[in-house]
């Protein structure tokens, strides 16, 4: 191979402020392997193999928006390549120059939030991304960063006590053995801000002007910077597996043992991870991770925070993109039912022609869509809200945290004074696909939102699904839940629903 086959095929990354090069690496190799295997970094532990547990967990530091941005993914499910361009910050990256704890790590040793060890590695990761992106964070915020974490031994509350005594002992250094590793996000210290300035310069100094290729006996790996050169990939290699967040591949390889055979990734395109608001759109490309996508969206849609934040847990969010669960095509998938209720089209990049169609027309049949050969997912839009409309969806699960559904159901109504101007209902888990309840939406267009309304609607569930049937939930629990789902819209949306709630909330705050 000549100098520039061998830039395009090296997979480059920092590694404690040294650029560590991967050459003839397996794409499908994923980034715990490389840890464990090949660099003899054994503090992050494999756990699950399918990025439920937290124990692989490490932060991936990247340029972004004149700075950096310090996210927690899972080792464990992320293929070597996505690390190119990007820095790796590991359990054994965060001791000081002088062998001393990070902040993170002291604070969990004096709180005792540590027994067996075997999870602790992925908490510290955890802890450590959440003391680099948050200055004072809240109790719930503190939840939600480690609801990607599970242990068996310390019940949590010591892990939790640990996070918020990070910053007082981050405070406690003095500056001028504050480095930017060590400051946590809104530090005032000019050394560390200087030395996170010098970090995404040799972050930019990093990026890649070429393409990744890499040529395996498994299959190639492409990973091109452009979306007309993503899209003359795709026109040449139909067959090739596109890869977005590899929070579902990564599965296919580490439990099932599969070959993927030619990847197309998406990560690299800049076109593709871009967001815009329209006069009329949310727009969304297919590589913006779900992190992001599901931030824009709560802004204009508040109903959806609480149901994202128990989408999947954030390692896996801040891998997996918004695009990619839609192509994925999952009856179960919690995004696809909220969009369809909100109107959402999805857009088609084929070459260099591009269509866009309603997404709910995307979902021929279990996993089966409408993209023709050479086809993917390129954008999502969303409409804005209207006036007078209101909008809820609910995740049913076992567990609050990191659970599949059994069914979500996403409402949307326009209002016009007591009656129904327009409905929208889509359910994921009560079929194939995720799917539009058209004889509900019937009986609920232009009537008065009263009980008899409720009533009509609920019966008609029955004539738009025949639900599923498995070891989540009968067919018959899951109707009756749809149906109390409508219930409860009613109950939070018609007249008199807000007295209802607060009624509810003050129960729930005397019972608590």
């Known amino acids: 191979m000549n100098a520039d086959a061998d830039s395009a095929a090296t997979v480059r990354f920092l590694l404690d402020g040294e650029v560590t090069a991967l050459t003839d690496i397996a794409p499908t190799r994923t980034v715990l392997q490389v840890l464990r295997e090949d660099l003899g970094r054994t503090g992050s532990k494999e756990g699950c193999a399918e990025g439920d547990c937290g124990a692989c967990t490490v932060v991936v530091a990247e340029r972004h928006e004149g700075g950096v941005r310090y996210r927690a993914v899972n080792s464990c499910i992320q293929f070597a390549p996505s690390l190119d361009g990007k820095a790796l910050i590991t359990v054994e990256s965060l001791k000081g120059p002088d062998g001393s704890l990070h902040p993170v790590q002291q604070a969990i040793v004096d709180g005792h939030a540590s027994q067996c060890g075997f999870c602790t590695p992925g908490f510290v990761m955890s802890l450590f991304a959440l003391f680099k992106t948050r200055s004072a964070p809240s109790r719930q915020e503190i939840n939600d960063a480690l609801a990607g974490n599970l242990c068996r031994c310390t019940g949590y509350r010591p892990i939790v006590d640990a996070a918020q005594v990070m910053y007082e002992l981050a405070r406690s250094i003095p500056e001028a053995k504050l480095d930017w590793m060590s400051a946590p996000a809104g530090s005032r210290s ?98 913006v991770a779900l992190t992001d996508a599901h931030l824009l969206l709560a802004e204009h849609y508040p109903g959806l925070d609480t149901l994202f934040r128990r989408f999947a847990s954030p390692p896996i969010r801040n891998a997996g993109t918004l695009g990619g669960n839609i192509a994925n095509g999952s009856p179960i998938g919690d995004s696809m039912p909220c969009l369809i209720a909100l109107g959402a089209t999805v857009v088609l990049n084929r070459g260099a022609n591009r269509r866009e169609l309603p997404l709910e027309a995307l979902y021929l049949a279990y996993q089966r869509t409408a993209m023709e050969a050479g086809e993917f997912v390129s954008q999502v839009r969303v409409p804005l809200p209207q006036k007078e409309s209101v909008f809820r969806a609910w995740k049913i699960s076992k ?114």
Not at 424 to 445: H, I, K, N, Q
Not at 459 to 487: C, E, F, H, S, W
């Open 190 to 287: 000019v050394a560390a801000r200087g030395a996170e300035a010098e970090f995404a310069g040799r972050l930019a100094d990093l990026e890649r002007k070429d393409d990744l290729v890499i040529i395996h006996e498994g299959g190639a790996f492409h990973s091109p910077r452009t979306l007309s050169a993503f899209a003359s990939l795709r026109e040449r290699m139909p067959a090739a597996r596109i890869l977005a967040g590899g929070t579902d591949l990564g599965t296919w390889v580490t439990k099932q043992y599969r070959g993927l055979g030619d990847v197309l990734s998406i990560g690299s395109v800049a076109e593709l991870k871009r967001t815009a608001v329209t006069a009329t759109h949310i727009e969304i490309g297919a590589a």
């Open 399 to 512: 567990r609050f945290d990191q659970d599949i559904s059994t069914l979500c159901g996403a409402f949307m109504l326009r209002l016009d004074g007591g009656g129904i101007a327009e409905a929208r209902v889509a359910f994921g888990g009560m079929a194939a696909t995720p799917r539009r309840a058209a004889a509900c939406e019937a009986a609920l267009t232009r009537r008065p939102w009263n009980e008899a309304t409720r009533d009509a609607a609920m019966a008609a569930l029955a004539l738009d699904y025949q639900p599923i049937d498995d070891l989540r939930g009968t067919a018959r629990y899951r109707m009756k839940v749809a149906q109390n789902l409508l219930r409860r819209l009613w109950l939070e949306t018609g007249p008199g629903g807000g007295a209802v709630v607060t009624r509810l909330a003050d129960l729930r705050g005397v019972l608590a």
